[in-house]
């Protein structure tokens, strides 16, 4: 333990010499989501009761910038070391969350612990764990991984049983996120060619499968792809989406001028927070927004092959990771304000209004600035 402090404390000016775009664009964020979280919280409740919600975000992000200086002071072999741990924690963790009297069960899905007034979802914490996890065993079999068991098959299995424990919530957006995740991982690492089709065949029929025994996600694909013909129920978190997207035009009515956000558009301040941006500010918000997710994609891609330049191939797979999980994540909930993918639960990262996801979200880019400090750092002064 006093090593890791020693650590953390050794030649901060030297530790914070980070990419300037990097923290850019995550302060950019956060500070876009305080505005558009206030614009629409603010008038959930009379009185304090609107500041008060907006007073927790704060929080969140204070706690999660927090963990996030932490985590990219901590050195990143430690996460190597503890990557299996990690998983084993992970795993127990979503089981505990499904059992009834200990998980919480909000609007019929169980994936929340109380801890005294604040809901903890281990489904955000996995999406952490995952990456470390992943970058480990990529790193570990990296001169296997062209073979089919250790390239595809041990890993499939680890995915099915988080996604199964996953799906039990439910919580089919998480688990796309997490399983394509994983895939873009393996692509980066040399796994095969004909044996990632497989998996794409695989996760394919499975996603199917899914869909079509369960008759909540096979309204959700259906109603999306035409929410105006039952506005009123099925299609119409969407239809009210559109409406925003549509009322917004070019360039907004103006930062705290919607109108859907007033009891029309469901969940306006995490799942729905993109259709309330365009609505205030149009089209070039939207842009905004795009390009800054955009942005850190390709600075992280800028860290991770650095990473990977100097030989360190587990540092470049876990910003590979944290990359591409936020992307994706981003990916997906424009898609579902757009229309252009089904209805998931998946927040917007770095915007949407919630405290785990918020915090694991900033403790993921804190792993993207810790590789990017080792690998600026001389390579005489790296722990050996």
């Not at 998980?103 to 899905?109: L, M, T």
């Not at 039990?168 to 004909?194: H, I, K, N, Q, W």
């Not at 009322?247 to 859907?260: K, M, N, T, V």
């Amino acid at each position: 333990m006093q090593a890791v402090v020693g650590k953390m404390l050794e030649s901060p000016r030297l530790a914070w010499r980070a990419d300037g775009v990097l923290l850019g664009v995550i302060v950019a964020l956060v500070g876009f989501s305080l505005v558009m979280v206030f614009s629409v919280t603010v008038v959930d409740d009379d009185g304090d009761a609107g500041f008060s919600r907006i007073a927790r975000h704060a929080a969140y992000i204070g706690i999660g910038c927090v963990a996030m200086m932490l985590v990219s002071f901590l050195p990143v072999a430690l996460w190597q070391r503890i990557a299996r741990p990690l998983m084993v924690t992970g795993v127990v963790l979503l089981a505990l969350v499904l059992v009834p009297g200990i998980g919480v069960e909000v609007n019929g899905s169980q994936r929340w612990f109380a801890v005294g007034p604040v809901r903890v979802q281990p489904s955000e914490l996995m999406k952490l764990i995952m990456i470390v996890y992943m970058a480990d065993y990529l790193t570990r079999r990296r001169a296997q991984l062209r073979t089919f068991r250790l390239g595809v098959f041990n890993v499939g299995l680890v995915v099915a049983l988080v996604g199964v424990l996953l799906l039990l919530e439910p919580d089919l957006g998480t688990t796309v996120v997490l399983a394509a995740t994983v895939f873009a991982m393996m692509y980066v690492s040399g796994v095969r060619y004909l044996h990632m089709a497989l998996c794409v065949f695989a996760a394919a029929l499975a996603f199917a499968v899914l869909v079509y025994v369960s008759p909540y996600r096979l309204e959700r694909v259906l109603s999306f792809q035409n929410p105006w013909a039952d506005p009123w129920d099925s299609g119409f978190q969407l239809s009210q989406a559109l409406i925003a997207f549509g009322r917004g035009e070019w360039f907004g009515l103006g930062l705290g001028q919607s109108i859907q956000k007033l009891y029309y558009l469901p969940h306006a301040s995490n799942d729905f927070l993109a259709a309330v941006v365009a609505e205030e500010l149009g089209l070039a918000g939207i842009v905004l927004l795009i390009a800054l997710y955009a942005t850190l994609l390709l600075r992280g891609f800028a860290v991770a092959a650095a990473a990977e330049k100097g030989g360190h191939d587990f540092s470049a797979r876990l910003v590979h990771g944290a990359v591409i999980m936020i992307a994706l994540q981003a990916i997906v909930n424009l898609g579902v304000n757009m229309g252009v993918l089904p209805t998931k639960g998946l927040t917007l990262p770095l915007m949407s209004y919630g405290g785990s996801s918020m915090i694991v979200t900033l403790a993921m880019l804190g792993l993207v600035l810790a590789v990017d400090r080792e690998t600026r750092r001389p390579a005489g002064r790296r722990r050996r």
